[in-house]
């Protein structure tokens, strides 16, 4: 009888399966890049926020600083001329129904047919309605924000 017949044969030993934890280095490097990810994403909308907000903040400032309901009307003017030029450079040259036009929001007429027709010429009447100046300061206020964020054309 030879040697190797001898010899009791065992089944294959393998070795226990890796632990889930701790995870390897690479593991951490696709977990650091998605948490950076993440925090980049979460920087960009808190700045986008709080850029909104102090929008919002300056344009309720500058009206409510204004006094009287002319003088609102007025305020809103500008304000909605130094976002139009933010917007679209040359729009806040615009005069007239061109102006109110460019004012309007797609499958809208507010400014046109509504309540920011004011704008033409509530700056200059010796009174405005108040209740009509606060419905303008509304719909203003909406375009002036959406004129600061959307994409230029």
């Known amino acids: 009888m030879s040697a190797?017949?001898?010899l009791p044969l065992r089944d294959v030993q393998l070795p226990a399966s890796p632990s889930w934890w701790p995870p390897a280095p690479g593991w951490w490097l696709?977990?650091?890049a998605i948490m950076l990810v993440v925090a980049a994403i979460w920087a960009w909308q808190w700045r986008r926020r709080r850029?909104?907000?102090?929008?919002?903040?300056?344009?309720?400032?500058?009206?409510s600083q204004a006094g009287s309901p002319v003088?609102?009307?007025a305020a809103i003017a500008e304000l909605l001329r130094r976002?139009?030029?933010q917007y679209q450079p040359g729009a806040e040259r615009l005069q007239g129904d061109a102006w109110l036009a460019f004012l309007?929001?797609?499958?809208?007429?507010?400014?046109?047919?509504?309540?920011?027709?004011l704008l033409l010429d509530g700056g200059y009447r010796p009174s405005v309605?108040?209740?009509?100046?606060?419905?303008?300061?509304v719909?203003?206020?909406r375009r002036y924000l959406s004129l600061l964020t959307e994409r230029r054309r």
């Open 129 to 137: 309605d108040a209740e009509a100046v606060q419905r303008l300061r």
């Open 104 to 117: 309007d929001e797609k499958n809208s007429r507010a400014f046109s047919e509504g309540d920011g027709a």
């Open 71 to 73: 003088l609102e009307v």
């Open 30 to 32: 696709v977990f650091a």
């Open 4 to 6: 190797a017949a001898s």
């Open 83 to 85: 976002a139009a030029r």
């Open 51 to 63: 850029a909104r907000q102090r929008w919002l903040d300056l344009f309720d400032a500058q009206v």
């Open 139 to 141: 719909l203003a206020r």
